[in-house]
Every structure is written in C-alpha cells, then in structure tokens.
C-alpha cells in the first residue's frame, strides 16, 4: 500500500508570492492533517479535513488555507509568503478522526522563502 | 507554560541502558497520548500510544501514564544505536468539536556504542 505523498518535495520562493503544496493521503484513509515543523516552535498544527470538511483549524494567519477533495487528496496554499514561513510542511493522513487512529506522515515539503 | 512540555536532551545513554523520556501535559481533560520518533530529515512515525492509567508494553518500549500526574513516560530497554532519534509526545484534548493534538518539542535521545 502506497504511502502518503507530498509534492513538491522542495520548493524555493520569494517574499509575496503564494504557494500551493498537495497530499495524497494513503488509499482508504479520509482524514488528512497538515503541520508546520521548525527547529524552534516543533510541530504546530495548521488544520484538519475529513470528507472534504475542515474538522479543526490551528492558530495560523488567515494566508494559511486548506482543502480536502472528493478522492481525499488536500492541498495547503500559503498566500503573501513570508521569511518566516520557512519550514518543513507535513501532511498527515489517518483512518478515522478516533482516538486510536495513528497518523501517517508523509515525508513533507520544505518551503524556503528568500 | 507550554501546553506539552518535554526535556529537549540530548540524552545520552550507552547502548544496552534503558533510555527514560518524559512528557507533561498542561490540560487535565486529556484522553490520548501518543509517542512518535523522528529520524533526522525523515518523517515522525507512531511507537506508542496510550489512552489508562499504568504500563503499556511492545517489544523493547514502554509507554507509562499518569493523569493524576498530568505527565506520560516512554522506556526504551535495551538501547541500540538504531534507537538514535528525536521522540515526540503528543496528546490529545478533550472529547468535543475541537479535539487536537498538541505535540512536545520531542526529546533528542544519542545511544553510545
């Protein structure tokens, strides 16, 4: 069974411009999480999907949004992209938004913003 | 005070040692507490996870909690090399429309040959 894919793996862009990164969650799975890692703030939870719904948003800007389609694929978009958005982006998929579900990361993309 | 506190390390143990990591947790309603690894450059990945009181066990890995303690361990018996990794706790809210996971910085662990 395929894992979750990200793409792009690496993505370099400038001040102001937006970016769009995609997540294939694997087969079967309907809940997709998206997260910002950096050294220094950890893991930080951006939002939740579940059937193309938005089930949980974290404290991020309103530049930060999301979507779930129908086969389950999400994509994040960043708008007005700042330095400080420099960081590892992980999309993470599980069976069912449960207690026991264990999320599925898939291995991320790094936005580097000059 | 942070939501989900953990010891940043390093910690250094020799191989063969039992590596003790802890978390605490500030919200007493938490239900689900989770233990991930990181690799350098790879992605976290699901050790454990834990949802009563007491001891859980799989394999070499030990996940223990303490609600009354607001705090949730991970014991790693027989320390190998490969054990080498960045651990994460992360917990659960409360039941309700805004349950999420609050995630540790994660603690660095270096097992010694």
């Known amino acids: 069974k395929a894992g979750v894919t990200q793409t792009p793996r690496y993505l370099i862009k400038t001040r102001g411009q937006q970016v769009t990164l995609s997540c294939s969650p694997i087969?079967?799975?309907?809940?997709v999480s998206w997260y910002q890692q950096t050294p220094g703030q950890g893991l930080q939870f951006l939002f939740e999907?579940?059937?193309?719904?938005?089930?949980n948003k974290g404290n991020f800007p309103g530049r930060f949004s999301g979507r779930q389609f129908s086969n389950s694929r999400s994509e994040m978009n960043v708008s007005t992209l700042e330095l400080g958005d420099s960081a590892l982006y992980l999309c993470?998929?599980?069976?069912?938004?449960?207690?026991?579900?264990?999320?599925?990361f898939g291995n991320g993309t790094r936005l580097t913003v000059t | 005070q942070k939501e989900v506190e953990q010891n940043s390390g390093p910690l250094s143990v020799p191989e063969g040692a039992i590596a003790s990591l802890n978390c605490t947790y500030s919200d007493r309603g938490s239900q689900s507490f989770f233990w991930y690894r990181q690799y350098s450059g790879k992605s976290p990945e699901l050790i454990m996870s834990i949802y009563s009181n007491g001891d859980k066990e799989d394999g070499r890995f030990t996940a223990q909690l303490n609600k009354a303690s607001q705090y949730v361990s991970l014991l790693i018996r027989d320390s190998q090399p490969s054990d080498s990794a960045t651990y994460l706790c992360?917990?659960?809210?409360?039941?309700?429309?805004?349950?999420?996971?609050?995630w540790g910085l994660g603690t660095s662990l270096a097992v010694n040959p």
């Open positions: 993470a998929s599980s069976l069912a938004q449960d207690r026991g579900a264990p999320l599925h």
């Open positions: 999907y579940f059937s193309e719904t938005q089930r």
């Open positions: 992360a917990v659960k809210s409360r039941a309700g429309n805004n349950r999420k996971l609050i």
């Open positions: 087969s079967g799975h309907r809940s």
